[in-house]
């Protein structure tokens, strides 16, 4: 597996992590440029754990990142310090990481995410706080507070925050609605919902394919010059 870029992602990245946390990594690989000339293509991803680590195929990795998928975008935005492997390549995919942006689909993405996350706790069962389910219930909750917040900052600014500015103000909104506060997660919903549509954005109506195409074609020469 030829990687270009990987590094250090979720609650570690976001500043949440807790003494139990997982360390999650994400990672962006090219397949060797031979094997999409033949009768079977190449794993587009390829996940393991222990460690939990995501690996995406180049190709794969750009869709994603064109429809701003809140977890492969934090690849291209994560503080120096959390990037494990870093290659000519995967500095060029960092510095156009703003070309695949879009103002619609940002909003999309993440809002679209944060319900989901907000689905989660409405259909939590049967309103009994066994421990797994309250701190599944507050997970859900920190989960979507940042999605709604980093979502919303993307979308009026076009920067990506990944460190959290009050990572226990997440922990406190989570426990909050864990103890059985869900209306504070429909707020928080409704708020950032509200401020998107509120206000304009610098992102463009669409992302420009032109920069991440080229890229990609630069892999696959690279990758057929090894071989």
């Given amino acids: 597996m030829h990687i270009l870029l990987s590094g250090i992602v979720g609650s570690t990245a976001y500043g949440l992590a807790g003494p139990d946390s997982d360390v999650d990594r994400l990672g962006i690989f090219a397949a060797p440029t031979q094997e999409f000339h033949g009768l079977h293509r190449p794993k587009e991803s390829v996940v393991t754990t222990a460690p939990d680590k995501t690996m995406h195929e180049a190709a794969k990795w750009a869709r994603l990142a064109l429809g701003c998928n809140p977890t492969a975008m934090e690849l291209a935005w994560l503080p120096d310090h959390l990037y494990e492997v870093r290659t000519t390549l995967g500095d060029e995919l960092i510095e156009m990481r703003s070309t695949l942006l879009s103002a619609p689909r940002v909003r999309d993405a993440y809002l679209g995410y944060a319900v989901k996350q907000f689905q989660k706790l ?72 509200q401020w998107i549509s509120s206000g304009r954005s610098p992102l463009p109506e669409r992302a420009d394919e032109g920069p991440i195409e080229a890229w990609l074609r630069r892999v696959r020469l690279a990758c057929l010059a090894e071989a």
């Fill in 122 to 193: 409405q259909n939590r069962g049967d309103g009994t706080f066994a421990s797994d389910l309250r701190k599944r219930t507050a997970k859900h909750a920190r989960h979507l507070a940042r999605l709604a917040h980093q979502g919303a900052e993307l979308y009026k600014t076009g920067h990506l925050r990944i460190e959290l500015e009050d990572p226990q103000w997440y922990h406190d909104f989570g426990n909050q609605v864990a103890d059985g506060d869900i209306d504070a997660a429909a707020r928080l919903l409704a708020g950032a919902e």
